[in-house]
Nanobody
Framework: QVQLVESGGGLVQAGGSLRLSCAAS????????MGWYRQAPGKQRELVAA???????NYVDSVKGRFTISRDNAKNTAYLQMNSLKPEDTAVYYC?????????????WGQGTQVTVNS
């Protein structure tokens, strides 16, 4: 099992920055990809950014150039640096980790952290 705990959300003015953290604990040795998703009220959850264990990253188009995902494998922690925040970035942000065990994939989710961007 893997437990994920997010932190770093909050209220910020448009144009501001926040840094989210996702700390993994438990059976972390087999974690492959870690990602950040978000869900705004009335909308489906969407992938924001993901990073593989080797450091390959991908982003949704709407955050490219503004958000940066990174991870510290020694600390089992992933980060999402969010700059130039916009009101449309307001959502609950969730961390997700994918773990492969004996050929089977498992996914784990954090509890979410609220990000609110005021105009």
């Amino acid at each position: 099992q893997v437990q994920l705990v997010e932190s770093g959300g909050g209220l910020v003015q448009a144009g501001g920055s926040l840094r989210l953290s996702c700390a993994a604990s438990g059976s972390t040795v087999s974690i492959n990809t870690m990602g950040w998703y978000r869900q705004a009220p009335g909308k489906q959850r969407e992938l924001v950014a993901a990073i593989s264990s080797s450091g390959n990253t991908n982003y949704v188009d709407s955050v490219k150039g503004r958000f940066t995902i990174s991870r510290d494998n020694a600390k089992n922690t992933a980060y999402l640096q969010m700059n130039s925040l916009k009101p449309e970035d307001t959502a609950v942000y969730y961390c997700k980790a994918d773990r492969r065990v004996l050929g089977d994939w498992y996914e784990y989710w954090g509890q979410g952290t609220q990000v609110t961007v005021n105009s």
